[in-house]
């Protein structure tokens, strides 16, 4: 899963700064048209470039085994280097993208990207790897992109009017 979430209690100090009251007691409307591309945003470049951003820099995913070429050409389902190696059926990259879900509580307002149901635990094993029954490195799906990052800071502090 990949979200967003704002906690009140971490910005009720600024909230109280912030001229327009309307945009402070709204922030879901925010998250929604705004946090939302940009999430799916990152999904798509995430796929695309195949990066994840790990902290601290920008790393690739690991190349695909040679077998799992060999197996893919058999089915015809290998369409070269230049294509993203998690999108054999496209099926996990359509499921996270249109696995929007959001969570408001007294506390927080939350706004994300999770992949459901099989490609849930596709998801799961791409992120973090596996090691049995064979080994599948990690190829973190999952992860913010740095630029999408700054993006979403920038759209808040102008949200914000900070």
Same mark, same amino acid.
């Given at each position: 899963?990949?979200? =967003? %979430? ?11 700064? =912030?001229?327009?009251?309307?945009? &402070? ?51 015809? %389902? ?17 499921? =996270? ?13 939350? =706004? ?7 490609? &849930?635990e596709k998801a799961n094993i791409h992120q973090y790897g596996q090691t049995t029954p064979?080994?599948?490195? &990690? ?15 920038h759209e808040t502090e102008r949200y914000l009017s900070l």
């Open positions: 899963m990949i979200s =967003i %979430t704002i906690q009140k209690a971490k910005y009720k100090y600024v909230l109280g700064l =912030i001229k327009d009251k309307g945009k &402070a007691s709204n922030i879901k409307t925010f998250l929604n048209n705004t946090c939302e591309p940009l999430l799916v945003k990152n999904v798509e470049k995430t796929f695309r470039e195949k990066t994840f951003f790990d902290g601290s820099s920008t790393q690739v995913w690991t190349k695909l085994s040679d077998t799992t070429k060999k197996r893919r050409l058999k089915k015809g %389902t290998w369409y070269g280097d230049h294509a993203s190696k998690l999108q054999e059926y496209y099926d996990m990259y359509n499921n =996270i993208k249109s696995g929007v879900f959001r969570r408001n509580s007294a506390g927080s307002h939350s =706004i994300g990207l999770r992949p459901s149901g099989k490609e &849930a064979f080994i599948i490195p &990690a190829r973190p799906p999952l992860t913010f992109q740095e630029d999408i990052i700054d993006k979403i800071i």
